[in-house]
């Protein structure tokens, strides 16, 4: 059975830096072809992707928050980390870890955790 | 940034209704499309991938299609449990990018 869980603060003040994790299990992020992403969904919005980390530690971001993220895994804890610097009222969402696996040369989320709400607020 | 647009953004249908999803991308995206439905308070699910490929245990009254830029997601016979948030999203190229969302509600 394969699960993800979002854990972090529900409430940061703007300037401060966030750091979410995904704790998963049901699969390896040492398996070729696995990666885990972040993407968040502010109140009443649309869904956005943040970043991603692959099996083979390669790593993407959004170019729009690039300078603000880091991703990283810890393989053994089943676990991966997104840091979010300098927060700001705007960043107010609720942030989703996914798993996204290869399959039949396609590239898909497919098993998603049930969502962190983050406040942004002093 | 290849754009995602989708049509309409809300819909009113009843029970039994044939519903019909657009998904538009501002460049081709072959057929690296997926599809995902989300209801009030809950993950995104996934539902549709390569365009038209059900993800495994979703029904088959969900069915997708269309390649390069314009794409459709249809629900032959909509169900009380189908009222839901449907997104798409292109992954032919980064940034992964996401359609608006259409709201589907009850008429």
């Known amino acids: 059975q394969i699960t993800l869980k979002e854990s972090g603060p529900s409430l940061v003040k703007p300037t401060q830096t966030l750091t979410l994790t995904c704790t998963f299990s049901?699969?390896?992020?040492?398996?070729?072809?696995?990666?885990v992403g972040w993407i968040r969904q502010p109140p009443g919005k649309a869904l956005e992707w943040l970043a991603l980390?692959?099996?083979?530690?390669?790593?993407r971001y959004s170019p729009s928050l690039k300078t603000s993220l880091t991703i990283t895994r810890d393989t053994s804890k089943n676990q991966v980390v997104l840091t979010m610097t300098n927060l700001d009222p705007v960043d107010t969402a609720t942030y989703y870890c996914?798993?996204?696996?290869?399959?039949?040369?396609?590239?898909?989320?497919?098993?998603w955790g049930q969502g962190t709400l983050v406040t942004v607020s002093s | 940034d290849i754009q995602m647009t989708q049509s309409p953004s809300s819909l009113s249908a009843s029970v039994g209704d044939r519903v019909t999803i657009t998904c538009r991308a501002s460049?081709?995206?072959?057929?690296?499309l997926a599809w995902f439905q989300q209801k009030p308070g809950k993950a995104p699910k996934s539902l549709i991938y390569?365009?038209?490929s059900l993800q495994s245990g979703v029904p088959s009254k969900f069915s997708g299609s269309g390649s390069g830029t314009d794409f459709t997601l249809t629900i032959s016979s909509l169900q009380p449990e189908d009222f839901a948030t449907y997104y798409c999203?292109?992954?032919?190229?980064?940034?992964?990018?996401f359609g608006g969302g259409t709201k589907v509600e009850i008429k």
């Open positions: 390569a365009a038209s």
């Open positions: 996914a798993r996204r696996i290869y399959t039949y040369g396609q590239a898909i989320f497919d098993y």
């Open positions: 049901g699969f390896s992020l040492s398996s070729s072809g696995v990666g």
């Open positions: 460049q081709g995206i072959n057929n690296y």
């Open positions: 980390i692959y099996w083979d530690d390669d790593k």
């Open positions: 999203q292109q992954y032919n190229s980064y940034p992964l990018t």
